[in-house]
Structure formats: C-alpha cells, structure tokens
C-alpha cells in the first residue's frame, strides 16, 4: 500500500496563477484532510471531507477549493495563487473523521512569488 | 491563548538523557494524538490515547483528562530521535500544538 500519496512534490507560481495539489489514500478511508503549515503557526486545516460527496470549510479557508473527486482522491485548489498562499501543504485521511489516527502524505512545498 | 498549548518549544538533550515534552489543551477532547514530523518533512503518528498511558519502544505517552495535560517521554534518546514532536487534539477535528522542536546530540 501506498498509503497517502501527494503530486506535486514542489511547485513554484507567480502571483494570480492557479493549480491544484492531488492527494489519494489506498486505505478505503471515509476522511481526508488538507492542511497547510507555516513556520511558527503549526499545521492549520484548510478544509475537509468527512466522507465521500461532502466538504466543509476548516480553519483557513479563504484562497481555496476543494473537490472530493471520489473515496479516494481530495484535490485542493488555488484560483489566483497568492504570496500568502506559501507554504507546505498536507493531505491526510483517517477511516473516520473526529478522533481517529490520521495518515498524513509526503506535503507539497509551494513558493508564490 | 491557543488551544493547544506545548512546551518545551525547543529541547536539546545529549544521547542517553530522558526526555518529556508537555501539552496543555482548553478544548474538550475525544483523544490526543502525539505526531513525530522529521527534518525530511514527513509526519507520522506516535500515540492515540483517551485516557492513561502507552508505551511504544523507547516512547511513552501518557495524558490526564482531568487537568487537560499530556505528557511524551522519550527513554534513552537517541540522534535518530531529533525530530519536532506535535500535539493534536481530537474534537470535531484535530486542533494542533505547536510542536516541540528536539534535538539529541551524540
């Protein structure tokens, strides 16, 4: 098993660029997340999806989308990359959403300049 | 005041010594996990607990539910152990400390 698998590994945009980080999970988990993590900050959540065909906002929505494609596959966007917008992102997912262990992929480091 | 609070926020020890690292959280909880992220970036989880303790290795973790605090130890710590170490609170969703930055020096 692959487990939690994240593309791109890096990315570098200019201001106003779009893209969207792909993450999916092999573990027939109901739960993904997306997190980012600044230096100093810790990891914040963006938005989640407690199962399939539902998203709901986290703690630092503002800038970006998410698409929970099918079980398997959460996909982040950002419409008009900003420079705030820098830094590590994380996808992860757990069986269920709540207290449950949650597997985190390798993180996309993203640079707006 | 966050909601998750950890100290220390950096910790340096020589190889051998025993380490702890406290979590202190306002928010009401279902369990707190403990997560290892290393330099290289990647994040794994330690420890889920509710309640008591656990012992995986050379680590320890334990957690009071009354006085909203947790504790990881670190027994006879070795350079592969430096790493941030990060606190995270499960309610509705995970509420994260800061993390505790530890290095141990050959």
């Known amino acids: 098993n692959a487990g939690v698998t994240q593309t791109p590994k890096f990315q570098v945009l200019k201001t106003g660029q779009s893209m969207t980080l792909q993450c999916a999970q092999d573990?027939?988990?109901?739960?993904m997340y997306w997190y980012r993590q600044d230096p100093g900050m810790g990891l914040r959540l963006i938005y989640y999806s407690a199962s399939e065909g539902t998203t709901d906002k986290g703690e630092v929505p503002n800038g970006y989308n998410v698409s929970r494609l099918n079980k398997r596959e959460f996909s982040l966007r950002l419409e008009s990359a900003a420079p705030s917008q820098t830094s590590v992102y994380f996808c992860a997912s757990s069986e269920s959403q709540g207290g449950d262990t949650q597997y985190f992929g390798p993180g996309t480091r993203l640079t707006v300049l | 005041k966050n909601e998750v609070e950890q100290s220390p926020q950096n910790l340096t020890a020589q190889e051998g010594e025993f380490i702890t690292i406290n979590c202190s959280y306002s928010?009401?909880?279902?369990?707190l996990h403990w997560l290892q992220q290393h330099p290289g970036g990647g994040i794994v989880s330690l420890f889920m607990?509710?309640?008591g303790k656990k012992k995986h290795g050379r680590l320890i973790a334990t957690i009071n539910i009354q006085e909203k605090h947790s504790s990881l130890h670190i027994t006879a710590s070795h350079p592969r152990d430096s790493a941030v170490y990060i606190c995270?609170?499960?309610?509705?969703?995970?509420?994260f400390g800061g993390g505790t930055r530890v290095l141990v020096k050959p």
């Open positions: 928010v009401g909880i279902s369990a």
């Open positions: 573990m027939n988990h109901n739960s």
């Open positions: 995270a609170c499960a309610g509705n969703k995970l509420t």
């Open positions: 607990l509710s309640s």
